[in-house]
Each structure stands twice: as C-alpha cells, then as structure tokens.
C-alpha cells in the first residue's frame, strides 16, 4: 500500500527537524559551557576569634636550663575562611604587647621595656598573610609578614584544622585551629642577652573562632 505525500507536508517535516537540531545544538553548546565554569563557588566565610577560647603563647630557653613561657591575654583579628579553596583564604592579625603574662611582674616589666618590646612606643604587633599554602588534608602553611617593634619580617605558621561545624554553644557556625612559628628575636630589635637567652622564640596558637554573619 502506498502513501502519497504532499509536496507541502515534506517542506514541513524538514523545518520542524532544522529546528529541533538548532535546539539541540544549542543546549549541547549551553551544557558545555556550565561544564568549564563548574559548580558555583561560595564567597570566603567571615570568622573572628572567641577570646575566651583562644592561646596565643610564647617560649625561649632561657641560659640552657629551662623554658620560659608568656601568654598574651588580649588580641584579635579576622580569618576569610574558603572551605572550598583554603589557599584564597587570609588572615590578619593584632597582639597587644602589654598584655604578656609571664612568671614575674619583674620580668614582664623588663619585656615591656626599650630592651624587648618597647611597649611604650610599639603597643600592638600585627601578622597578616600573605599566601596560604595546603600541605595535607588538615594542614597548611600560612605565610605573611609579622611587624614588632615596628620592624616587619617574614614569617611562617604551621598550621592544623581541628574542626570546622556548627558549635554546640554559640549556635554559629566555628572553627578550629592549632598553629606554631618560629622567630629569631634580634631580627625585631630584641637582641639582648643573645646567646645566653636563646635568640628563637616558639609561637604557639590554639583558636576558635566563630562566623560573622555579614548585613
């Protein structure tokens, strides 16, 4: 049995599958292009520190027969934190100098003298990074210039990831980190006593820090 076909009907049948081939062709086009920009990534997280959660620590040998240890009670700052890519994350910080606490109120007042720290004069020091580079599922090195005494060096954090959640207590979102450094005090203006008092100074960091909501 034959069928006879229009002449009409077969100009048709040909636009109605140009069409649909254009429409395929261009959801093919508008797929790839979604595939080379990936997922959507989220804008670095906003955190501060929980002071009554945070150590911000300091040690040296003193004559080669102990450790002396300081912890600075006050200091602040801001980590932006990119849970997706760590290395665009940054992180500044600032230590008020007078806040040291150390064994003796006569060796807290020779650090705060022009000897050490000069506090008189230079209050605050600062560390803000520079670049922040991951060494493993948990760690990372974040490196930056740290100023004392006015004088600015290079310095380096070791640093490991606790946890990143939402916290039990305050009902944000946290974060958790050790960290560690090491600093050649001369380097700042603080050579005295070197080498009887060792020149290195260890940096111990241990932090919670909790989300800012931005408005």
Not at 119 to 133: L, M
């Amino acid at each position: 049995m034959f069928f006879r076909i229009r002449e009409g009907e077969i100009m048709a049948r040909g636009n109605l599958r140009a069409r649909s081939g254009g429409l395929v062709t261009a959801l093919a086009a508008m797929a790839g292009i979604l595939l080379l920009l990936g997922p959507a990534r989220a804008a670095p997280e906003r955190y501060v520190f929980d002071p009554a959660h945070s150590y911000l620590g300091i040690a040296w040998q003193h004559l080669g027969f102990s450790t002396s240890y300081g912890q600075f009670r006050h200091f602040s700052g801001e980590l932006w934190l990119d849970e997706q890519n760590p290395e665009k994350s940054r992180l500044q910080v600032t230590i008020e100098i007078p806040s040291l606490e150390v064994a003796s109120d006569q060796l807290q007042k020779e650090l705060m003298s022009k000897a050490f720290f000069d506090a008189a004069r230079y209050p605050t020091a600062t560390f803000v990074s520079e670049k922040v580079i991951r060494t493993g599922p948990q760690t990372a090195q974040v490196q930056g210039k740290l100023t004392i005494r006015g004088i600015t060096r290079p310095a380096t954090l070791e640093v490991v990831l606790n946890k990143i959640g939402d916290h039990p207590i305050r009902k944000v979102k946290a974060a958790g980190f050790d960290a560690r450094a090491v600093i050649r005090r001369s380097e700042f203006g603080m050579g005295a006593y070197v080498p009887m008092v060792s020149d290195e100074v260890g940096i111990f960091v241990s932090t919670e820090l909790l989300r800012q909501d931005e408005k």
